[in-house]
């Protein structure tokens, strides 16, 4: 028997979309008593950016494994968000609606309707003293410590690996958390989707277990457990993320690597391995200037996660951040990759060296 977890969960999401939009209603003209103990948080965010590709690239896009920032040569939004996040006694729910490239790009494999949904979830505490939360809907990923929001990361751009990993995902959240510990248990629609492959009627599972040592170090263990192709051709895939952090007021340290592993056929022995290892840095002046950087290693030489790859990427960034105001970030980014194959065009030859120069701008107006 068919499984009906997609359709569900969509009715899920419409029923989030209804309520979030009549709370927003309520709270814009209406009164609370000082006994309401109920909260509505609107949230805004902005991200601009410019890319110049010292490549040659005739339609203004870098190549196909660049999910955000992948225009070229133009002003554009990479990321346009408006949230409502709404919390009374043991619920809580948030909607976050998002326009530009990243959009466009990374969700074109979603229904139409479905394109411009950051994260819709609604969660109930099942214990009434106690953080347990079961969590339905569309939920930012818990595989890496790269989101979608730039402004949360010490580079303008994401990594390869974060590109091609989910930024978020669709199902069940069981979680519970401490002051020292974060865990939960993942039942989802699939490796980055809402609606599920067409004939596949497996659920993905995932884990996430983040231990504090302190309020500076911390580290996380991440996996996802699931097949992205119908019935008749189920490939098991196993990815298994882990990284630590390590921050002051003055610099920061993130140092991460994922490993994972699908079945190369149908009922096959054999399987695909895929690899990354990325190290990032910042440095913080003063109140008004920061520098990023980041060192990168990709190797996916079966294509699992990008089919035009079949030997290792290496790549270096660095970024210049300067926040004037609270909330607004402009931002200046060199990047620059290596592959041991000529995959990037310049003039009439392809070259193995790509190079990228990003200016950007983030805010967040409340």
């Given at each position: ?26 709270s814009l003209f209406s009164q609370h008593t000082e006994t309401d103990s109920s909260q509505l948080t609107v949230g805004a965010y902005l991200e601009l950016y410019y890319t110049y590709d010292f490549q040659q690239t ?309």
């Amino acid at each position: 028997m068919k499984l009906k977890f997609t359709f569900k969960l969509l009715k899920v999401i419409k029923l989030i979309v209804v309520i979030h939009f009549n709370l927003l209603n309520d709270s814009l003209f209406s009164q609370h008593t000082e006994t309401d103990s109920s909260q509505l948080t609107v949230g805004a965010y902005l991200e601009l950016y410019y890319t110049y590709d010292f490549q040659q690239t005739s339609e203004n896009e870098r190549p196909d494994y660049f999910y955000s920032y992948h225009r070229t040569n133009e002003l554009n939004v990479n990321l346009g968000l408006i949230s409502v996040e709404y919390t009374d006694h043991r619920l809580r729910s948030v909607l976050g609606i998002m326009v530009g490239t990243y959009a466009g790009k990374n969700m074109a494999h979603e229904l139409p309707y479905l394109r411009n949904i950051h994260e819709a979830r609604i969660g109930y505490q099942l214990h009434k003293s106690k953080p347990l939360w079961l969590d339905i809907g569309v939920l930012e990923s818990h595989i890496g410590f790269e989101s979608a929001t730039g402004a949360n990361h010490w580079n303008l751009s994401r990594s390869i690996l974060a590109d091609n990993t989910p930024y978020y995902s669709s199902g069940a959240q069981l979680s519970y958390e401490t002051d020292n510990y974060f865990i939960s248990l993942l039942a989802l629609n699939g490796w980055q989707r809402i609606s599920r492959v067409n004939d596949n009627t497996t659920i993905g599972l995932g884990h996430q277990f983040t231990y504090f040592f302190s309020d500076q170090f911390s580290v996380n263990s991440s996996s996802f457990v699931g097949n992205e192709f119908p019935n008749y051709e189920r490939r098991m895939r196993y990815h298994h993320n882990l990284f630590a952090k390590y921050e002051t007021d003055k610099w920061g340290l993130i140092g991460g690597f994922d490993i994972g592993t699908e079945q190369k056929a149908y009922l096959s022995d054999t399987y695909s391995v895929f690899s990354s290892a990325v190290i990032e840095s910042t440095f913080q002046f003063n109140t008004k200037w920061s520098l990023g950087l980041r060192g990168e290693y990709f190797m996916d030489n079966d294509g699992v996660l990008i089919s035009v790859i079949n030997d290792p990427i290496f790549g270096a960034t660095s970024t210049i951040n300067y926040e004037p105001l609270l909330g607004f970030m402009m931002r200046l980014e060199g990047r620059y990759l290596h592959h041991s194959n000529s995959i990037y065009s310049l003039l009439d030859e392809t070259i193995p060296n790509g190079y990228f120069v990003s200016v950007g701008i983030t805010f967040r107006p409340f």
